[in-house]
């Protein structure tokens, strides 16, 4: 009895190590950043220290959604940041983290996603890597 439990510990720890492995090793593609920069692309100011996670010289802006304005951009310590702005003196909002990145306020959540991946189920398409609901 006690084998058994042991190969099931071994047989579960050598199933996470496997999954673990696989996610470290997938590429994911964002080609909004493969694209030259425009004047719409800069950021909008906003209070200080709001873009201290945002590396703003890579933002780009990917549309609007509802009279929200997208931007997407790379973080400082994350790969993936959104910027979702209706007025720049009091509502928006900045997350940045892992794929995906997802944030939600003011009645909305914009969720930032790799080329390849699916559109999440009852959201709108804004851009190729940008969902809304």
Known sequence: MRH????AVLALGLTAVTLLSGCN??????SVF???REAADEL??????????VDVESSHYV?????????????????ACIVAI?????????GCGGLPTR?????????FRADDW????GMTRVSDNVYAE
């Open 25 to 30: 090793f997938s590429a994911t593609t964002l």
């Open 44 to 53: 909008p100011t906003l209070e200080d220290d709001s873009y201290g996670s």
């Open 63 to 79: 549309g609007e959604y509802e009279g929200v304005s997208l931007w997407v951009a790379k973080g400082t310590d994350s790969p």
């Open 86 to 94: 209706t007025d720049p003196k009091d509502d928006w909002m900045v």
């Open 34 to 36: 493969e694209t030259e």
């Open 103 to 111: 944030i939600s306020g003011s009645g909305h959540t914009f969720e």
């Open 118 to 121: 699916p559109a999440p189920e």
């Open 4 to 7: 058994r439990s042991r190969l």
